[in-house]
């Protein structure tokens, strides 16, 4: 459904009963709400919740930005490399209000918050300035922005780089698929034809560039989170991969000694993607910690 929050139109998902632990689920970089595998937000229903996805401002169903150009990305990770401000045509902190936004349409005073990846960063902006809005949060494959942590390799940072070889779908998911294998989860190999179903009809109901590429600027410009953890005081759940490439475990470890009495989840095998062979360790982990609120 289509909802009007923080000024703009956004796309969200709503299951599982009314009256079910409501809990928001942010995506990351580029993705849409459908990121969120149907089979993953089905066990978190059985599990008492009410699971509301959303699609990110300029990406999916979402309003688009278009009007705001589309960012020179060379240009932008030069001035970060050299220590200057980077402006972005919208930031996380905007991002989290549209959060905010769809928590306020639905009628919730509060919610368990998942974030992965980018999504991660966007809640922790979320749980630093709205702490009553939170009642657990958990941070899946994130990081704090510090230039102290690990980066990305060299082969990584090409995939990121790489664009599909035409416009089309089939060029799209085949342009995902060969990021997947580099980003993805070494002990948890994919389905080829079901990953490229999946991939395919993501693509086909919405596939917008140049939305990413304002969110990659915004990620830039967003810096150093690090003084914003200290002041998370949700019950903290923090998974990681240790075999993910793209955010070093480093950065999930950083988080865990940051965040006041958060909890470590680090998979082993894991990369940066939500392997189907884990959703049941994701989803009773989400559980787990989201038992650890208790109402004031």
Same mark, same amino acid.
């Given at each position: 459904? *289509?909802?009007?929050?923080?000024? &703009? @139109?956004?796309?969200?998902? +709503?299951?599982?009963?009314?009256?079910?632990?409501?809990?928001?689920?942010?995506?990351?970089?580029?993705?849409?709400?459908?990121?969120?595998?149907?089979?993953?937000? *089905?066990?978190?229903?059985?599990?008492?919740? %009410?699971?509301?996805?959303?699609?990110? %401002?300029?990406? !999916?169903?979402?309003?688009?930005? +278009?009007?705001?150009?589309?960012?020179?990305?060379? $240009?932008?990770?030069? /001035?970060?490399?050299?220590?200057?401000?980077?402006?972005?045509?919208?930031?996380?902190?905007?991002?989290?209000?549209?959060?905010?936004? =769809?928590?306020?349409?639905?009628?919730?005073?509060?919610? #368990?918050?998942?974030?992965?990846?980018?999504?991660?960063?966007?809640?922790? #902006?979320?749980?630093?300035?709205?702490?009553?809005?939170?009642?657990?949060?958990?941070?899946?494959?994130? @990081?704090?922005?510090? /230039?102290?942590?690990? *980066?990305?390799?060299?082969?990584?940072?090409?995939?990121?780089?790489?664009?599909?070889?035409?416009? +089309?779908?089939?060029?799209?998911?085949?342009?995902?698929?060969?990021?997947?294998?580099? &980003?993805?989860?070494?002990?948890?190999?994919?389905?080829?034809?079901? *990953?490229?179903?999946?991939?395919?009809?993501?693509?086909? %109901?919405? $596939? #917008?560039?140049?939305?990413?590429?304002?969110?990659?600027?915004? =990620? &830039?410009?967003?810096?150093?989170?690090?003084?914003?953890?200290?002041?998370?005081?949700?019950? @903290?759940?923090?998974?990681?991969?240790?075999?993910?490439?793209?955010?070093?475990?480093?950065?999930? %470890?950083?988080?865990?000694?940051?965040?006041?009495?958060?909890?470590?989840?680090?998979?082993?095998?894991?990369? #940066?993607?939500?392997?189907?062979?884990?959703? !049941?360790?994701?989803?009773?982990?989400?559980?787990?910690?989201?038992? /650890? $609120?208790?109402?004031?």
């Amino acid at each position: 459904m *289509q909802i009007s929050a923080n000024g &703009i @139109t956004l796309e969200v998902d +709503d299951q599982g009963p009314p009256s079910g632990e409501p809990l928001l689920m942010i995506m990351g970089l580029g993705m849409p709400l459908v990121a969120w595998p149907d089979a993953l937000v *089905q066990m978190l229903v059985s599990r008492g919740f %009410r699971v509301i996805r959303f699609d990110n %401002r300029d990406i !999916g169903l979402s309003q688009h930005f +278009d009007a705001l150009g589309k960012p020179n990305l060379a $240009w932008a990770g030069m /001035r970060y490399t050299m220590h200057l401000k980077v402006r972005a045509p919208y930031g996380l902190a905007d991002m989290a209000a549209d959060a905010l936004g =769809v928590l306020d349409v639905l009628g919730l005073a509060s919610a #368990h918050v998942v974030g992965a990846s980018m999504g991660g960063m966007i809640a922790q #902006h979320l749980a630093a300035t709205r702490p009553e809005r939170l009642r657990s949060l958990a941070l899946l494959m994130t @990081t704090s922005g510090s /230039r102290r942590l690990p *980066q990305p390799g060299l082969r990584v940072r090409r995939a990121l780089l790489s664009r599909p070889a035409g416009g +089309d779908a089939a060029a799209v998911v085949a342009h995902l698929q060969r990021l997947l294998r580099v &980003i993805g989860s070494p002990a948890y190999p994919p389905d080829p034809a079901l *990953q490229q179903q999946a991939l395919r009809a993501m693509v086909t %109901r919405s $596939w #917008h560039p140049a939305g990413t590429a304002r969110q990659i600027v915004a =990620v &830039i410009a967003d810096g150093d989170r690090t003084p914003l953890l200290g002041r998370i005081s949700a019950p @903290t759940r923090v998974i990681h991969g240790l075999a993910d490439p793209l955010v070093p475990a480093a950065a999930g %470890r950083d988080l865990v000694a940051r965040i006041p009495g958060a909890a470590a989840d680090f998979v082993p095998g894991m990369g #940066h993607d939500l392997p189907p062979a884990l959703f !049941g360790h994701f989803a009773d982990g989400i559980a787990e910690n989201a038992a /650890r $609120w208790a109402p004031g």
